[in-house]
């Protein structure tokens, strides 16, 4: 009898310890990454016992999800304009911060200041850049009868390791560089200050617009917009050899077109955001308007709900365009959404909009 109690015991001891092994702190985002020193394990996806069903998804379009004013991140040109976000979130920070961000100075639309520069925050709104780190990570010039520039940075963790991949725009005239054959290069650092030497990883022929980089299961997960307004997804086990690309559904009955776009992994399967516009808009960059979408494996995706709109402006910053965001997804179900956004006067910022879902944007959380 004795034996059997003891034994009732242990089993209720495993289960507990089983139990606190699979939930996550609550605040802490699944899409965040740890460096490998941490303390304490950051769970990237919850528990399967746990995967939301995304065919009962009731989205529906916030009431007032646009931030009433931008945030305030330095640029190495100093006008304060930037754009394409994409922030990591570490719980227990990571070298001295708990966000990182990517972004690219884009003074009224001048493409020879978008080059990848980092700034950190450890409350997600006050950002300033890292002790010794002077931006650009990296630039380049055009000269030489050749069009060069820089643009769609993206951050990803990979074994503690802080990986950067951005696009080279290059060719002999501006507007075939922007919509034709561009390069995916990659730069890291294991402190966020001192970043290797990029190295090209992938040449595409069909932009390769606003790359989202996951490191996932031993391999490269990467999603990529062509200019064609489709979504393809490829994988590759080393960064350099890619398995051939695979285009993505999303249902487009309401005629948006998808443009840049953000990916990550959470207790649903894959979140996205993109800033697409009407089918009909000829316009570049203008009158675009924020879209969520989910998806179970990360190729086939429901269909998008408008969530962030330039006509619902409050501070006039965002009341042109809403342009490429960045998703955060906390333990509690909550979210953090950076967005980019460009003003009627052709102005460039960044804001933060925060909700306890998405379809309660730009509510406290």
Known sequence: ?????QLLIICALCALLSSCDLNTA????????????????????????????????????PTKANAKKPLEIPTYDGSGQTTHPKVLYFEEGWNG?????????????????????????????NWKEPAGLTN???????GGGWYRHYSDGHLLMKNGT???????????????ANN????????????????????????ASNSA????????????????????????????????????????????????????????KTDIGYEMLFCGKSLFEKSPQTHEELYYTASKDGLSFISPTLIISYKNSIGGFDNNSIYRASLLKFANGSYS????AMSNSGEWRIALTQGKSISELGQDI
């Not at 965040?32 to 998804?57: E, G, H, N, R, Y």
């Not at 650009?136 to 055009?142: A, H, K, L, T």
């Not at 200050?193 to 090209?200: C, I, Q, T």
Request: aromatic share 12%; with cysteine; proline share 5%.
């Open 337 to 340: 959404v950076y967005y980019s």
């Open 180 to 203: 034709a054959n561009a390069s995916l290069l990659r730069t890291s650092s294991t402190d966020g200050v001192h970043w290797s030497k990029p190295e090209k990883m992938l040449t």
């Open 209 to 264: 617009l606003s790359p989202v980089v996951m490191w996932e299961d031993g391999k490269y997960r990467m999603w990529y917009a062509s200019n064609t307004a489709k979504l393809y997804y490829t994988e590759s086990a080393t960064g350099y050899e890619w398995e051939e690309l695979q285009q993505c559904s999303i249902p487009a009955e309401n005629g948006v077109k998808l443009w840049h776009q953000d990916i990550i």
């Open 26 to 61: 609550q605040g802490e985002p699944f899409s965040s990454q740890t460096a490998a020193s941490s303390a304490k394990s950051i769970a990237s996806v919850a528990p399967t016992s746990s995967m939301v069903d995304i065919d009962k998804l009731e989205i529906t379009t």
């Open 136 to 142: 650009p990570i990296d630039s380049v010039n055009s």
């Open 162 to 176: 802080m990986e950067l991949w951005y696009r080279l725009n290059e060719s002999s005239n501006a507007l075939a």
């Open 1 to 5: 009898m004795k034996r059997s109690v």
């Open 97 to 125: 911060y708990r966000y990182w961000m990517v972004h690219t100075p884009y003074p009224n639309s001048m493409e020879r200041y978008e080059n990848p520069c980092i700034v950190v925050s450890n409350d997600g709104i």
